[in-house]
């Protein structure tokens, strides 16, 4: 079911096939997966309540808390819909998988899938009609890529219908194919995993996405530091050649002021996001109407969308389920002798990261960010006891967020 699921989510045949256009698959592949849970008898990690469940549970709680407050704006019926079906997708990832074996296999999976994305990715790039396979033409580009003698970037279909979120796939799958590039896998493997690293490249690159430029950095930088074992030295090294690719970039894919203003434009729907905090600390405005009050954009940032619509509480709540998830992954690794699974628990957090750092420049709170928290679940079922959220966590995760914003405010300062 997994397989089905990430098929549906990234391919979408739905959305662009003919046979299946307008198909309700979500109202179709839900029971039938509750079905295949209860009848392999794993329907019982649905009915376990684990702290980092209980972190998500009150996050989606307060959606529902800030949309009530906020009722008279007018209420979101689609989110609080979405938030209940992630959910549950939560949960049916974690229970869908229960050994480590599946949780690998899921990762060839989302590898197999990217894989075909980026070859459909090269071809609609290059195509002589400049369209893709579900018809999509090239998106919107910046002047100096045009003068660099670019045709425009690539996209997809569904939440992927964006370069910026199209870029996400190849990210999050890319630290799942780095694993199998190093130690303790055999030449042949590595070798064949090190050649697929140039589809994933050239995707990345057509996107033009400065955001998932610099994930795809992020994720090359924590990798290449937990396989070197992180010494200073080798973390200077590493630093060092990542710098020098970011320089050697073409300029429209890292300049912070360009011609046509759409990095200004984040940077000002940043400050509206700020402006909103400040006078709704508590509740926010409600989720889904960030764009309500700034007249026709969102946030481009995923912590800042949630701060405006949710307050303190809900950015605090999510952060804390996120932090959750990451520290499951360190708490497996601490407690675990195999290479190869350890290998794959750092390849799970690293995508993890790597999507948040995506985050910070593209609305990413997709079903995507909730399925990685259920692989994050099902492998904190491989660890005894449930990892806690201690006092000292809170403290973490508060002083994690306020750096954020305090971060946040001094760059808007500095930028203008």
Same mark, same amino acid.
């Given at each position: 079911? +997994?397989?089905?699921?990430? /098929?549906?989510?990234?391919?979408?045949?739905?959305?662009?096939?003919?046979?299946?256009?307008?198909?309700?698959?979500?109202?179709?592949?839900?029971?039938?997966?509750?079905?295949?849970?209860?009848?392999?008898?794993?329907?019982?990690?649905?009915?376990?309540?684990?702290?980092?469940?209980?972190?998500?549970? @009150?996050?989606?709680?307060?959606?529902?808390?800030?949309?009530?407050?906020?009722?008279?704006?007018?209420?979101?019926?689609?989110?609080?819909?979405?938030?209940?079906?992630?959910?549950?997708?939560?949960?049916?990832?974690?229970?869908?998988?229960?050994?480590?074996?599946?949780?690998?296999?899921?990762?060839?999976?989302?590898?197999?899938?990217?894989?075909?994305?980026?070859?459909?990715?090269?071809? $609609? &790039?290059?195509? *002589?009609?400049? /369209?893709?396979?579900?018809?999509?033409?090239?998106?919107?580009?910046?002047?100096?890529? =045009?003068?660099?003698?670019?045709?425009?970037?690539?996209?997809?279909?569904?939440?992927?219908?964006?370069?910026?979120?199209?870029?996400?796939?190849?990210? +999050?799958?890319?630290?799942?194919?780095?694993?199998?590039?190093?130690?303790?896998?055999?030449?042949?493997?590595?070798?064949?995993?090190?050649?697929?690293?140039?589809?994933?490249?050239?995707?990345?690159?057509?996107?033009?996405?400065?955001?998932?430029?610099?994930?795809?950095?992020?994720?090359?930088?924590?990798?290449?530091?937990?396989?070197?074992?992180?010494?200073?030295?080798?973390?200077? *090294?590493?630093?060092? !050649?990542?710098?020098?690719?970011? @320089?050697?970039?073409?300029?429209?894919?890292?300049?912070? $002021?360009?011609?046509?203003?759409? #990095?200004? $434009?984040?940077?000002?729907?940043?400050?509206?996001?700020?402006?909103?905090?400040?006078?709704?600390?508590?509740?926010?405005?409600?989720?889904?109407?960030?764009?309500?009050? /700034?007249?026709?954009? +969102? *946030?481009?940032?995923?912590?800042?969308? @949630?701060?405006?619509?949710?307050?303190?509480?809900?950015?605090? @709540?999510?952060? #804390? *389920?996120? &932090?959750?998830?990451?520290?499951?992954?360190?708490?497996?690794?601490?407690?675990?002798?195999?290479?190869?699974?350890? #290998?794959?628990?750092?390849?799970?957090?690293?995508? =993890? !990261?790597?999507?948040?750092?995506?985050?910070?420049?593209?609305?990413?709170?997709?079903?995507?960010?909730?399925?990685?928290?259920?692989?994050?679940?099902?492998?904190?079922?491989?660890?005894?006891?449930?990892?806690? &959220?201690?006092?000292?966590?809170?403290?973490?995760?508060?002083?994690?967020?306020?750096?954020?914003?305090?971060?946040?405010?001094?760059?808007?300062?500095?930028?203008?």
């Amino acid at each position: 079911m +997994i397989a089905v699921y990430l /098929t549906l989510l990234l391919i979408s045949p739905q959305d662009w096939l003919s046979p299946l256009l307008g198909l309700p698959v979500d109202y179709i592949l839900y029971p039938i997966w509750l079905a295949v849970l209860l009848a392999t008898g794993r329907s019982k990690y649905l009915l376990r309540l684990t702290p980092q469940d209980g972190l998500l549970v @009150l996050f989606v709680l307060w959606v529902y808390v800030s949309a009530l407050a906020n009722f008279a704006a007018g209420v979101d019926g689609q989110h609080l819909y979405m938030y209940a079906k992630w959910f549950v997708l939560y949960k049916m990832v974690a229970a869908s998988l229960p050994s480590l074996d599946h949780l690998r296999r899921t990762a060839v999976v989302a590898i197999s899938l990217a894989l075909v994305l980026a070859a459909e990715s090269i071809q $609609h &790039f290059h195509s *002589a009609s400049l /369209t893709g396979w579900a018809g999509q033409p090239l998106g919107w580009i910046d002047p100096a890529a =045009v003068e660099a003698g670019l045709p425009g970037r690539t996209q997809w279909v569904s939440i992927f219908d964006g370069p910026g979120v199209f870029c996400v796939v190849f990210t +999050i799958a890319l630290p799942f194919l780095l694993q199998y590039v190093s130690a303790p896998y055999g030449l042949l493997r590595r070798a064949a995993a090190a050649s697929l690293l140039v589809p994933f490249g050239l995707a990345i690159y057509y996107t033009g996405s400065r955001g998932g430029f610099l994930a795809t950095l992020a994720v090359l930088a924590l990798h290449l530091g937990v396989r070197s074992r992180i010494s200073t030295f080798k973390l200077a *090294a590493v630093g060092g !050649a990542l710098s020098a690719v970011f @320089l050697a970039a073409p300029a429209y894919m890292t300049t912070i $002021h360009d011609a046509s203003r759409s #990095a200004q $434009h984040r940077v000002d729907m940043w400050i509206e996001g700020l402006e909103m905090v400040r006078y709704n600390p508590l509740f926010g405005v409600g989720r889904g109407h960030f764009s309500d009050y /700034t007249g026709s954009l +969102i *946030a481009h940032n995923s912590a800042v969308e @949630l701060s405006a619509e949710l307050g303190l509480p809900g950015v605090l @709540l999510w952060s #804390a *389920a996120i &932090f959750m998830a990451l520290k499951t992954v360190l708490v497996f690794v601490q407690g675990s002798t195999n290479e190869r699974d350890r #290998a794959y628990a750092y390849a799970l957090g690293i995508s =993890v !990261a790597g999507y948040l750092v995506s985050a910070m420049f593209v609305t990413l709170e997709y079903e995507t960010l909730y399925f990685l928290l259920g692989m994050t679940a099902a492998l904190g079922h491989q660890v005894e006891p449930s990892v806690r &959220f201690s006092r000292r966590d809170a403290a973490v995760v508060a002083s994690l967020v306020t750096v954020f914003f305090l971060g946040l405010r001094i760059f808007v300062a500095l930028y203008y």
